[in-house]
Nanobody, 114 residues
């Protein structure tokens, strides 16, 4: 059974930093493309970043240069480091197995205050 558990969310001031984590199990994490997505309040899900099994990273334009996705294949962990956060980064953040957004965890809430 695929299991994805996000953590690390919380309240952060604009301009601050936060690191999100995702613990994965139930599949071969080290061979799997992973994705971070988010859902701002009242809006649709949107892609944030992807990372290949070997660590190649891809970012949405509005987070490029501010967010960093990384992974630890030995620990089956996925990370998203958020820096220089903006109020518009407020959202529920989810990690996704592969690119099928239906294969996501329950999420962790990030709230950015002005």
């Amino acid at each position: 059974e695929v299991r994805l558990v996000e953590s690390g969310g919380g309240l952060v001031e604009a301009g601050g930093s936060l690191r999100l984590s995702c613990a994965a199990s139930g599949f071969t994490f080290g061979a799997t493309y992973m994705t971070w997505i988010r859902q701002p309040p009242g809006k649709a899900l949107e892609r944030v970043a992807n990372i290949s099994p070997s660590g190649n990273q891809f970012y949405a334009e509005d987070v490029k240069g501010r967010f960093t996705v990384s992974r630890d294949n030995a620990k089956s962990m996925l990370y998203l480091h958020l820096s220089s956060v903006k109020t518009e980064d407020t959202a529920m953040y989810y990690c996704v197995k592969g690119t099928n957004w239906a294969d996501r965890g329950k999420g962790t809430q990030v709230t950015v205050s002005s």
